[in-house]
């Protein structure tokens, strides 16, 4: 099993478990309920699209990865912006966590 397909098995299990937990909520606290009504057909959707993906073959998952792999070879000035980018979050993260406690 491709590693893609994996992710998307993880993200449609957790997005039905979270659409459960906010229709339980939705009975428990009505005063959520619009808030269900909002989110939780969204979350439906999202495992719907996390399903047809992980349904795909992995011969699908292999040629999307190798593709994905081509762009990113082809576009190595994006590639290390990024990388900074991510690594600039990540140390501004730690910075704004060491200052509030």
Do not use: C, Y
């Amino acid at each position: 099993m491709h590693e893609s397909r994996k992710v998307a098995w993880i993200m449609t299990i957790i997005a039905l478990v979270v659409a459960m937990f906010m229709i339980i909520v939705a009975f428990r606290r009505p005063q959520g309920a619009l808030l269900v009504v909002v989110f939780a057909p969204l979350f439906a959707f999202t495992a719907g699209v996390g399903l047809v993906i992980a349904l795909q073959p992995d011969s699908w998952h292999q040629a999307r990865a190798e593709r994905q792999d081509r762009w990113w070879n082809q576009h190595p000035k994006i590639k290390f912006m990024a990388i900074l980018l991510g690594l600039g979050g990540l140390i501004f993260n730690a910075i704004q966590f060491v200052r509030s406690h």
